[in-house]
């Protein structure tokens, strides 16, 4: 065990938020180091969505042309059916948007995270260790001073070598199964969900493709079918009510594949491709959250400090969010080597009023929509919204601008805005 490693800022979690967080320290000289436990980001049914306020931060980044040209596809409008046959109302339309930032880019999450580590390289004082798993915290008179860690073999998994890792600031981006925050004693509140998803994969066929895609939940009896247009295939989520998992798998294949054609009968030709029930990646939804978010040396973001629904699919951006404030407010006390619980805090009172927004509105979904479709009593937009939505076309900006840029968007600090070669300088907006 090596006891003599040390960094300045230490992050935990190879996900949107570490990355996005790493990158920018590193932009302002801050040494950062970034442990991820897998050996890779190739993992399938993460959140693939990239959001308007994301897509602006690139730029800002000098990264936006470079992120334009990864594989994609756009997200255009949000639509949910009326009850009455196919008719369908729309509720968010990206489109009303000001351009270039009125579209969600479905973008697979390894080919961000692989793009932001490439970025992230230039700097000189950026590391990142693949195959090591933070497993507790070190702590200094009561502060926290580290994390000890486990390195493994990439092959086989097997445990290679453990050692201790000191930092003057230890920030938790591992997810909503955070390991510090279990060791840290955090308990998180825990908000009623009343559904998980399944998320599968079908192809796509050259007839399907389309340059810009609605997302369309489909309705039936007590299951929801939620399909995400990406380049060459369809990403789906079967959606249920919470604790169904053991009797689809008892169940077997055939039956789940007669769900999914029940759900959506043009896709009944391809539900073959759903080879066995291993197909089938089970997400247990959690509505959650911390509070605080810090004590002194450590600091837990995104998922770790709140972890979202998939409702509205803004859990992504809420992270990357996350990582702007805290690099915007942690950079210079980080360079004096001086942060201190209130420099902590501060991040914490940036990014509050935006979490409890969102997870309020998640909450509502779950109650209008989510909620009493799996529980069996149908899928009903209420009345007045489906008024609204097609009298006042111009309201579908407001939950596109939820959607797209969340309350209270970040932007780039000035230490980290880089400009792409050949383009005009970048003016640093006001907040």
Sequence with gaps: ?????????????????????GLLLARAGVEVTVLEKHADFLRDF?????????????????????????????????????????????????????????????????????????AARQEPVFSLRMNTEAVDLLY?????????????????????????LRADLTV??????????????????EFPVPFDAWWFRLSRSANDRAEVAALVPRFAGSEILLSLTRKDYYQIAYIAKKGLDPQLRAEGVESFRSRVSRLRPDLAGRVDEITSL???HLLDVRLNRINPWHKPGLLLIGDAAHAMSPAGGVGINLAIQDAVAAAQRLAQPLLRRT????????????RWLPTVVLQTLQRGLHSVVFGPAVAGKGQQVPKAVIF??????????????????????????????????????????KD
């Design 278 to 280: 291993d197909d089938l």
């Design 46 to 118: 993460r959140g693939d969505t990239v959001h308007a306020s994301t897509i602006r931060l690139l730029d800002e980044l000098g990264l936006g042309d470079a992120f334009r040209a990864l594989p994609q596809s756009k997200l255009g409008s949000f639509r949910l059916p009326t009850g009455d046959g196919e008719e369908t109302v729309m509720l968010s339309d990206f489109s009303l948007l000001k351009p270039p930032y009125n579209y969600v880019a479905m973008v697979p999450q390894w080919d961000l995270l692989n793009f932001l580590v490439d």
């Design 172 to 189: 938790a981006c591992d997810g909503r199964g955070s390991v510090l925050r279990e060791k840290a004693g955090f308990i998180p509140r």
């Design 339 to 350: 942060v201190n619980e209130s420099d902590l805090a501060a991040v914490r009172k940036r």
């Design 388 to 429: 609204v939505a097609r009298n006042f076309p111009w309201l579908r900006k407001l939950p596109a601008l939820m959607i797209a840029f969340g309350p209270r968007p970040e932007h780039a600090p000035d230490f980290a805005r880089r400009q792409p070669a050949g383009s005009r300088s970048l003016t640093p907006p």
């Design 140 to 164: 200094d008179g009561g502060k926290v001073a580290g994390v000890s860690y486990r390195t493994r073999n990439a092959s086989t998994g097997a445990t290679t070598g453990t050692g201790e």
């Design 1 to 21: 065990m090596n006891h003599d490693e040390r960094t300045t800022c230490l992050i935990v979690g190879g996900g949107p938020a570490g990355i996005m967080l």
